[in-house]
């Protein structure tokens, strides 16, 4: 069955890999990664400046719902991967505490 197949691969991927960055958390994402590894604060500090300031439509398109379910149905397996180290990622960052 997919969905068995598509847990055994997660939590294969899951043993493999301790921390996943994810990019919307990106600056949360490297506080526990700079925790993790006991680096300095200047292990983890980058330039904030945009390199990329080129003007895309799909930045600012908004696709139909349609467009957006079949998407999902066709990279399942993505978005099972995103949820289930989105979720660690959280679980992981709440574990360590305040500074």
Known sequence: DDKS?????????DK???????LEHYMESLVLLKRLMCW??????????????????????????RYKE???QWSNVDYVLYDHF?????????EQGDD
């Open 5 to 13: 197949a598509i847990g055994n691969f997660v939590a294969q991927l």
């Open 40 to 65: 300095r604060i200047q292990d983890i500090l980058y330039d904030l400046k945009p390199k990329n300031l080129r003007q895309y439509a799909y930045r600012t398109m908004e696709l139909p719902d």
């Open 86 to 94: 989105n979720k660690s990622l959280w679980k992981k960052i709440s």
């Open 16 to 22: 493999e890999m301790y921390l996943v960055l994810i």
């Open 70 to 72: 079949k998407h999902q």
